[in-house]
Every structure is written in structure tokens, then in C-alpha cells.
């Protein structure tokens, strides 16, 4: 891993949800985010996420909130407000299937990668990972007629 984009010193860990520059802690974040040019829309709110659960592993249904955003267009009609991104963490469906193993390294490697893109498409092809955007879907789009039932 290379170091944090503020300080360029401590190895980075944490990724801006605006422009997805990585830093370091608290200190760098609060740094970047007064100089970050991509700023919220006034209507989305910004959620903080902890790095860590307190088992020290990286909560997996951020996996998911990170995996989504950076394979985005990153057009506002294509971003979905945290209220119904929230609600992938509270879905008893989702956490079932972030228990396999396979499935969690899939999500972290999309978290780390330089090309999210190349790695999502190639994650669509395993039917563990269409089973969970299956289900994200399911849950944040729910209202969209043209999605067909899960199971």
C-alpha cells in the first residue's frame, strides 16, 4: 500500500467518499475534507463508518456501501442517498450472505483495487456476488418494477 495523500507519511487505510483519495486517520481526514474538491450535494448526507469493528475486522456492509460507490458513474441520478444504504446494513438477507469467505475477499479486493471496474465485472460472473447485488438492489431499489423477485 502506498501513504496517505495528506501527510505521505502513515500507510493509508481510510478513502474519501467524494473523490476517493485515501489517508491515514482523524487528523488527515479532517485535513482533506477542507481541501477536497468534490464536494456533497447538499441533499445526500455524509455518514461516517467506523474503520474497524471492535473484533479489529473491517465490517463487511461497508464493504458493500465502498464496492457500490466506486464503480458509480458518479452522476447524481446514479447515487443512492445513505438512508436507503443503511438499510443493506440492517438486512438480516445481506449479512447471511457476507458470511462466506469467498464473497468477503471478493468485496475487500473491490474496496482496494485501483480498478473497480475491471474486478466488478469480473465479480458479476460468480453467482455468490449476483446473489448479494441481487439483494442490495432489492433492498435500495424496491420500488422499481422492472426487478425481478430474489430467491
Known amino acids: 500500500m502506498s501513504n496517505c495523500v495528506v501527510c505521505s507519511i502513515e500507510t493509508k487505510k481510510y478513502k474519501c467518499p467524494q473523490c476517493y483519495e485515501r489517508y491515514c486517520s482523524l487528523a488527515c481526514c479532517k485535513t482533506h475534507k477542507e481541501l477536497c474538491t468534490r464536494k456533497p450535494k447538499d441533499s445526500l448526507q455524509v455518514v461516517a463508518v467506523p474503520a474497524y469493528e471492535d473484533n479489529g475486522h473491517v465490517p463487511y456492509v461497508q464493504h458493500v456501501h465502498e464496492a457500490f460507490r466506486n464503480v458509480v458513474d458518479h452522476a447524481d441520478e446514479d447515487k443512492v442517498p445513505e438512508e436507503l444504504l443503511k438499510r443493506l446494513g440492517e438486512s438480516e438477507e445481506v449479512k447471511s450472505v457476507l458470511v ?11 474496496v482496494n483495487t485501483d480498478t473497480p471496474d475491471i474486478l466488478m465485472a469480473q465479480a458479476m460472473k460468480e453467482p455468490i456476488f449476483t446473489e448479494l447485488a441481487d439483494l442490495c438492489l432489492k433492498i435500495v431499489d424496491a420500488d422499481n418494477p422492472n426487478l425481478e423477485p430474489v430467491g
Do not use: K, Q, S, W
Open 100 to 110: 462466506n469467505p469467498h464473497l468477503r475477499a471478493m468485496m475487500e479486493n473491490l
